[in-house]
């Protein structure tokens, strides 16, 4: 079983920088991919970066494009979301995901942390 409990949310100004952390317990790791989504007040969970195995390859919505990065440290089964130039728009529970397969774009994936919240104000 996959366990994924997320932290380093907060309240930022806009413009600030905040990195999101994800740690993930379970069984190898390594072959999971991995991705960060986001929900706002009255919206749909909606997918923000992801990354693959091993990360080989990196995923952003356009929203965040240029403005987020997302990384993983296998030996300690982390994942990162590190958050740029962030604005009042990028308010939201912020929730990681892990899963072996499937869509990356979507909320299919298997294991979700429960979230944290990240409020920018303006």
């Known amino acids: 079983q996959v366990q994924l409990v997320e932290s380093g949310g907060g309240l930022v100004q806009a413009g600030d920088s905040l990195r999101l952390s994800c740690a993930v317990s379970?069984?190898?790791?390594?072959?999971?991919?991995a991705g960060w989504f986001r929900e706002a007040p009255g919206r749909e969970r909606e997918f923000v970066a992801a990354?693959?195995?091993?990360?080989?390859?990196?995923y952003f919505a356009d929203s965040v494009k240029g403005r987020f990065s997302i990384s993983r440290d296998d030996a300690k089964n982390l994942v990162y979301l590190q958050m740029s130039s962030l604005k009042p728009e990028d308010t939201a529970v912020y929730h990681c995901?892990?899963?072996?397969?499937?869509?990356?774009?979507?909320?299919?994936?298997?294991?979700w942390g429960r979230g944290t919240q990240v409020t920018v104000s303006s």
């Open positions: 990354i693959g195995r091993l990360a080989r390859n990196t």
């Open positions: 379970g069984p190898s790791f390594t072959n999971y991919r």
């Open positions: 995901a892990a899963d072996r397969s499937g869509s990356i774009y979507t909320t299919d994936y298997t294991y």
